[in-house]
C-alpha cells in the first residue's frame, strides 16, 4: 500500500488528466474524475482516503466554483485548489469567498508549482487538524475540571448537571441528531453559576433572583474565546417560553433549538425535583403558558431514561470509585465533612477522601450506592 497522499483531480479533458497523473505520480497518488458529479461520488465512496481536492474551473455540468463549494459544505476539513484560466479570473475571486480554496493557480501550470501547492494545502490542513485536537481535548479537560468543582462546592447543582446530560442527550436521539457541541457543553456547564449564588445543595440563596445563576454562568462563559454559542444557551436556559414560536423543526436555527432542549430538559428537571410524577411533569411542561413547540415535547415523552437499579451496601475507602453515590456524609475522625450524603464521586473527590483517609483518618466504615450488577466485582476490588 503506498504512502503518498491521495488527491483528486478534476477536469473535463482526458488529456489534461493524463498529464497530471504522470507528472504528479512520484509524489502522490492521483484518482481523477472527469466531472464535478462523478468527483463528488469518489469522494462519497473515498476509499482511497483522498487528502486533497483539485478542480478546474470552467466544466459541463458543474463549474470547479459550484463542485468545489458542495465539497466545502460536504467534506469541511478538505483542503480545495481551483485551476483557472485567465478570462476566469473574476470567477475564480469569487470561489475563494464561496468555496473557502486554498489557493487558484492559473492554467497551465507547471508540475512543480502544483506539487508545491499541494503539498502546503496538505500541511495547513495538518496543522489545522492538530490544533483542533489539541483545543478539543484541552477544553474537555477544562470543562471536566469545572464539573469537578462544581461536585465539590454545590452536591445538588452537581447532580442536576448530570441528570441534564443525559437529558439533553435523550432529545438529541429521539429528534434524530447527533448532540451538537455547544449544547453538551451548555448542559455541563449550565450550572456553574451556583458557585457563585447557590448553596451547598445547589439552591439559590435568599434574595437572589431566579434566573441569576443561569446569567452568572453565561457572563462567565462569554469571556471564553468560542464559548460565545454556549454561554448564549446558558442564558435562556430559565425562561418563560421559547426564544421563537416556531411549531415545525425546519423553522428553527440550530441555535434557538439548541437553546430550547436545555430549557426544556431544565424545566423537566425542576419538575421532577419538586416530587411531581414523571407524567403529571410531561404535562406541566406541555401546558405552561408559553409551552415548547410540539415536536419538542413528543421527543421529551418518548425519553425513557431507564436507569439501573442501585444497591446501597457498606464499603472501604479502597473500594470507593467514580461513579459511586454516597450514601452517608464522609467524616473525617476530626468532625470534617469532605463529601455529603447523595454525591457522585468524581475522580477528584475519591483522591480527596483517600488522601484524608490517611490523616487523620475517616469514620468508617462508609455507605455508597452502586449499580446492582458491580455489587460482586466490589467483593474483590482493590484499586490501591
Known sequence: MSDKPTVLFVDDEPELLDGVRLGLRKSFDVVTAGSGPEGLELLAADDAGILAVVSDMRMPQMSGAEFLTTVRDLHPDLPRILLTGQADLESAI????EA???????????PDALRETIDEALEHARLRTVERDLLDRTLSGIVGMLTDVLGLVSVGAYSRTMRLVDLVDGLCAKLGREPPWDLVLAARLSQIGCVVVGDRDGERLPGTPDRHHSLVAADLLANVPRLEPVARIVAHQLDDGPIVPFASPEEWSDDDLNAELLRVA???DELLGAGNSRKVSLDLVAGDEAPPPPFVVDALRKVKPLPEPMVEVEVTVRQLSVGMELAQDVMTTSGSMLAADGVTLTSVLVRRILTFSENPGLVEPLRARVPASTVRDLAIKERW
Open 266 to 268: 431544565v424545566r423537566f
Open 100 to 110: 473557502k480554496v486554498f489557493r487558484f493557480l492559473s492554467k497551465p501550470c507547471p
Open 94 to 97: 469569487a470561489a475563494v469567498n
